[in-house]
């Protein structure tokens, strides 16, 4: 991403996926703040650029991405200047409240990124940077209401339904410009959409944001794409291992220390703090700095085609500390050389819409339906697991025979 200069109002960015954006005086006030310049550090998919070496983009890129796209959103629905530029606000800063890689370690952080973005946005929450808590001030000089774009950001917008569904929906302006940069960082084909012809689509129907019945092809286009873009990229089995590796460092970190501060820290900073922090945590910072990975020793694709059903759904709903420490003791390896993942579970509270399509079509009636009641496509994923593994244990690659067994056993 490179700025080349300023227009009359602001700044022209040339992005590797949406082109020339142009970014106008409310979105360069916002930028050059230090919540959001924050992002700049913090990487978009966590340790995935383990898997994918060309995944280096940066949640930074994301929110000036969705900010554009609410932007063309806009313009394509002829709605008022108050509403785009309520919707540009909230899509620059979206994302300000994630805690280092992304949604690694957010499992044991005391708070999700979503609050922790309404807490900045409103001034409830300011960082430990120059210059930090001027947004709600920002916002102020351009008559837009700090509120509700916390409240367009987390899902609680009394208003204009539309305008909650172009920000936070089952098919937002945030996921259309994720699945479109992810899959060009990655180089996966199979996450590439349709993103203008979608927006080209859209109309605003019964105070909702609605799709034009032509439209459902690129719909169902971008669906399945999220969908193999969790099972293949976001969660990858190896990046999987890698982000469950950091979150025991990080838990062991917490353990022994206050944590102050973990949550708001950039990707480096993070890492450097763990290395300082204790012997185990330094540990598994080493392995992954040299990628020396644990491996995987036991994996549970499909509950329902196993011989110990019963088992397993008590495992997968049971604690994962304790599952680890019963296989600790069964194998007389130390703590924190097995890590149970309970991978289904983990991606659904992070990604609730996954098996959600509230996604409405405006037939060549007028008629508004449902498009799962139209799309076989749409009404068939809600069966599908979004991830490939449901249940792992992972463990060193010189224990990977041993825990294999102990695990078969203690599943039986």
């Known amino acids: 991403m490179l700025i080349l200069g300023k227009n009359n109002e602001g700044k022209i960015i040339k992005d590797p996926v949406h082109g020339f954006m142009d970014l106008n005086s409310l979105q360069v006030d916002l930028l050059s703040q230090p919540e959001l310049q924050r992002m700049t550090w913090v990487k978009q998919l966590g340790l995935g650029v383990l898997i994918y070496p060309g995944g280096h983009q940066t949640r930074l890129e994301h929110c000036l991405g969705t900010s554009y796209l609410c932007k063309m959103i806009s313009e394509k629905l002829g709605l008022p200047e108050d509403e785009k530029s309520l919707l540009e606000a909230a899509g620059i800063l979206h994302d300000i409240g994630h805690p280092p890689f992304s949604h690694s370690i957010e499992e044991v952080m005391e708070r999700n990124h979503m609050e922790a973005t309404k807490d900045l946005i409103v001034g409830e929450e300011k960082l430990d940077m120059e210059g930090s808590g001027r947004i709600p001030e920002i916002l102020d000089e351009y008559g837009i209401d700090p509120k509700d774009v916390a409240d367009l950001v987390t899902g609680r917008f009394s208003g204009k339904g539309y305008l909650q569904d172009i920000i936070s929906s089952q098919m937002d302006a945030d996921q259309l410009d994720y699945l479109a940069r992810d899959a060009h960082h990655t180089g996966v084909s199979y996450g590439s959409i349709e993103t203008g012809w979608i927006i080209n689509v859209m109309r605003v129907n019964e105070g909702r944001l609605t799709y034009l019945e032509k439209g459902i092809d690129g719909l169902e286009d ?120 309970r991978q289904a579970r983990l991606t659904k509270n992070l990604e609730p819409r996954l098996r959600e399509f509230d996604i409405r079509i405006t037939m060549e009636s007028g008629e508004v339906v449902p498009l799962e009641s139209i799309s076989k496509t749409v009404a068939s994923l809600k069966k599908r697991e979004p991830v490939r593994d449901i249940f792992s244990v992972y463990t060193p690659e010189e224990h990977r025979s041993r825990v294999s067994e102990a695990v078969k056993s203690y599943v039986k």
């Open 222 to 341: 971008c669906i399945l794409a999220r969908d193999h873009m969790y099972s293949s990229v976001y969660c990858h089995k190896t990046t999987s291992i890698a982000e469950k590796m950091l979150l025991r460092a990080v838990e062991r970190h917490l353990e022994e220390d206050n944590g102050d501060g973990v949550f708001w820290m950039t990707d480096g900073e993070l890492l450097e703090t763990l290395y300082s922090s204790n012997p185990f945590s330094k540990e598994i910072v080493r392995r992954l700095r040299s990628r020396e990975l644990y491996k995987r020793a036991f994996a549970v694709k499909d509950i329902e085609e196993t011989e110990n059903t019963k088992r397993l759904k008590e495992l997968i709903e049971g604690c994962e500390k304790d599952i680890e420490r019963d296989l600790i003791d069964i194998t007389g390896l130390d703590d924190g050389e097995i890590i149970v993942n």
